[in-house]
């Protein structure tokens, strides 16, 4: 597994675990698409979203909890 589809694995995965309710969540908080766009953006690269997609296109979705229902 390539650096670059860890990290989009571990946005992806992990999002549903984030505080979304309180001031600063509300203030600061980015959807896992929106990271890895500023990825992107930061390391002036498209692995990470080239990543996400195959990803995506690999599974058929990117959320874990969305290939629990499709078994």
Known sequence: MSAFR??????????????KRGLLAKMFYLTPAERIQRLDEVFDTTQFSEEALSLVSDNGSAHPEDQKEQR
Not at 10 to 17: D, E, K, L
């Open 6 to 19: 860890y990290i989009v694995n571990f946005i992806q995965t992990s999002h549903n675990y984030e505080m």
